[in-house]
């Protein structure tokens, strides 16, 4: 088993940029295909991104593509999402997962193992 725990989140303005990190603690970190959800309220919980076990293959929504990118350091077991040109519809409840799956899927069934989230607040 794999605990998670997000920091990072804030408020940010209109065409800023944070980096979310992920630190994980349990079982080695490589074993596991890592993603990214958001789920803004009155709204179910979306994909944003995953990234395989070595960092080589990575998804993307159409809604983050060009504008964040997912990246990890086995080494330091840390996750991380660097978003950038944020949008009023990028506020949200940002959620890291994990996953013993090869592939880095879109689905939130795929995923086992979930962070409590971290609030991002993006205003006009």
């Known amino acids: 088993q794999v605990q998670l725990v997000e920091s990072g989140g804030g408020l940010v303005q209109a065409g800023g940029s944070l980096r979310l990190s992920c630190a994980a603690s349990?079982?080695?970190?490589?074993?596991?295909?890592l993603g990214w959800f958001r789920q803004a309220p009155g709204k179910e919980r979306e994909f944003v991104a995953a990234?395989?076990?070595?960092?080589?293959?990575?998804n993307y929504a159409n809604s983050a593509m060009g504008r964040f990118t997912i990246s990890r350091d086995n080494a330091k077991n840390t996750e991380y999402l660097q978003m950038n040109s944020l949008k009023t519809e990028d506020t949200a409840v940002y959620y890291c997962?994990?996953?013993?799956?090869?592939?880095?899927?879109?689905?939130?069934?795929?995923?086992?193992?979930w962070g409590q989230g971290t609030q991002v607040t993006v205003s006009s």
């Open positions: 997962a994990a996953s013993r799956g090869l592939l880095p899927a879109p689905t939130s069934t795929e995923y086992a193992y």
């Open positions: 349990g079982r080695p970190f490589s074993m596991y295909t």
């Open positions: 990234i395989s076990r070595s960092g080589i293959n990575t």
